[in-house]
Every structure is written in C-alpha cells, then in structure tokens.
C-alpha cells in the first residue's frame, strides 16, 4: 500500500510533554485569521487561546455563540459565531457570512466533536451522529471556505483526528450504522474519517496553497466529550483516572492535560516545521510513523501511530466521492 512519502518523522524539537504555548513560543501569527469551530471548549478552547496568545484573530464557530463568548471572554483578538455542524442550513449561513466579509482563512481547525453516544444517534437527515459532527459538516464547512482559504495563499485545513483512526473501518456501504451500532467503532470510525479527508484535501488542493493535517491530540480526560460520571469507572480501568478519580497525566504515554493535547493541533494550524508538507497525520507535535502492526490498547500503552489504512491515498479518493455524494455536493 502506497502513502506519502511526507508520512515521516521531521525531527521536531518538541516531545509528547509540549504545549500548545511551547509549540507557538516565537511564532508570530499577527495578521494570521483562523477559525476553530468548538473552540471554546476542552482541547479547542487551548488552541484557540494560544493561537490567539500568538497574534492570531480567532473566529470561534460553536452552536451557541452567547455561551462561547461567555467562555472566550477576556482573550484578545477572540470572537464567536452560529455554526451548527450537523445543519446544512447553519453551515451554509456561516460560509454566507465569512464569504460576504471577505476576509481570506488563514487557517481552518475543524475541532467540534460530539459525545459518542450510547445508542444510535442520527441528525435531521438520517446520518450517524459523529460521522456528521465530526466528518460530514466539517466537509461541508471546508469545501463552502474553499475560496477563503485559497485566497490566503498558504492556508492550514486541521482536522482534529484521534489514535482511534487505527481502530477506523470506513463502512463504505454503511457509515450510519444502520445495523450493527457501536459507539466506539462509530468513534473510530469518524476519526479515520478525519485523516483521509486531509489526505484527499491535500491531493487535490495543495496546488492552490492549501494543505491538510490530521492531529492526534493524545488522550485527555475531563473534556466535554469523555468527562461522563457512568464512564469514570472504565477510565479507571484503562489507567487514565487515579484512584481518586483525577486523570493520570503522563505524556510519554499519550495521557495529556488539555494544554498538551492542544500541541499537535497549534503544531498542525501555524509550525513552520510543516511548510511544504501536507496531508499526514502528526502525533506528540511531529509527523508520525506509519504502523500496521496489530497493537493492543492497555492501561499502560496507548497505540496512536498512522495506520496504513488511514493515511490510504484510494481510501482517501473513495471517502471524498462518497461524501459528496451524501451531501449532494
């Protein structure tokens, strides 16, 4: 199986300790406009406040505005607007308004997330809830942005993946769940999602000074997403609470406060270390190895490198036709 031959380590400086701070420390983002849909909480919330640390101007797209102003209130250069995901009419009406500013997107950070629930979940229009959070609205967004980020003349698209894109099966015949739901394996497979759509965006954008990237933040408990009282004692199970329920942060071992996990993301949206190099997947604020061995998930190791499936150039083609398709794009 062929992947980029980008898909490599670079040598960065920064280890799995970084944070989004550490990463961003002498890059100078004044001028930079970026958008970071969700962030104004969890692991968004650390991108969006340090890319604004380093000069940036953040448009936050969240489904309440009101509640992510109150969050992002008191950071410079941070605003908030309507952006509902898994609305057409929402994400159109956004796309509307940043193409009538005008304004060229410097950088794009699809972050937003959903809590992967329990039973099956679909949107207004049938689609499993986290495929469409986390794939199908970004998709519509990034595309609907396209001229924006074209006329930047260097722009970032950042899609927030996950170590789980090893444990991805895109179900090409399938991607609802209609039968057979799983709320990890509809969060796995999200997370693949997010690597080949970087990959496919890359591959055909590139040209027009557009990139793609998909970071892995590392685990981080006590987000929005996996902060869930019925979850605790499983997370204690797997090693990533303590006993008195406080996570367990130990870098090396892929479990990050937000503030790292935010790393990769801010290395993805603005490091100079990633010029001329796109569509990978990065892991600990570098471009990760690709790995197909059969690792398993215990309390003590979290495997989160590429997977060849991932980072899957026809894999990547096939996923960007079906999701137009599905949009009708």
Known sequence: MAWSSSQQPLGSPFGPGATADEVLAGVDLRGRFVIVTGGHQGIGFEATRALAGAGAEVLVGARSPERAAGKVAGIAGVEAD????VDPASVDAFV???LAAGRPVDVLVNCAAVAAPAERTIDAYGHEIQFATSHLGPFRLTLGLRPLLRAAHGARVVNVSSGAQRMGTIRW????????????AAYA???????????ELDRRWA?????????????????????????????????????????????GAGKKT????????????????????????????EVSV?????RPLTADSIPADAHPDSVDPEAARRLWELTEKTLGL
């Open 207 to 251: 040209d027009e000074g557009i990139r793609g990237y998909a970071p892995h933040p590392g685990v981080v408990i006590g987000t929005n997403l996996n902060n869930r009282p019925e979850d605790r004692e499983a997370y204690r199970e797997q090693g990533l609470l303590d006993e008195e329920g406080r996570p367990v942060i130990d870098p």
């Open 290 to 294: 690709v790995d197909g061995e059969d």
């Open 82 to 85: 309507q952006l509902d995901l």
């Open 173 to 184: 015949d399938d991607p609802d769940f209609t039968e057979g739901y799983s709320p990890g």
């Open 258 to 285: 937000p503030a790292q996990g935010a790393a990769t993301v801010v290395f993805a949206a603005a490091s100079p270390l990633l010029d001329g190099i796109g569509g990978v997947y990065l892991k600990d604020s």
């Open 189 to 199: 497979q999200a997370k693949r999602a997010n690597v080949l759509f970087a990959v």
């Open 96 to 98: 509307g308004r940043r």
